[in-house]
């Protein structure tokens, strides 16, 4: 059974930073593309990052940008995200989601498996 498990969310004040994981048992985990997304109250899931199966390439939300850094390790079925300089409009559920074949990665439709989410909350 697939499994991605979310980890690290919490309670920040705005400015500070968190580290979010995600742990997955996907047999060949090397071979996903593997993204993040969030959604707040009242709004649609929306993209936050993307990292390339090697972790040679990764894209980003223009919100986020210079801000987030996604990573992954491919000897541990890891991704991860870095979270720095945080505000309260990234306040969100936070998920990890893996996509196995070629295509766009900018949609929540376009991933095969997901985690259950991680709760973020910036205070001001």
């Known amino acids: 059974q697939v499994q991605l498990v979310e980890s690290g969310g919490g309670l920040v004040q705005a400015g500070g930073s968190l580290r979010l994981s995600c742990a997955a048992s996907l047999r060949t985990f090397s071979s996903y593309v593997m993204g993040w997304f969030r959604q707040a109250p009242g709004k649609e899931r929306e993209f936050v990052a993307y990292i390339t199966r090697s972790g040679g390439n990764t894209y980003y939300a223009d919100s986020v940008k210079g801000r987030f850094t996604i990573s992954r390790d491919n000897a541990k079925n890891t991704v991860y995200l870095q979270m720095n300089s945080l505000k309260p409009e990234d306040t969100a559920v936070y998920y990890c989601?893996?996509?196995?074949?070629?295509?766009?990665?900018?949609?929540?439709?376009?991933?095969?498996?997901w985690g259950q989410g991680t709760q973020v909350t910036v205070s001001s």
């Open positions: 989601a893996g996509r196995y074949y070629s295509g766009s990665y900018y949609t929540p439709d376009e991933y095969d498996y």
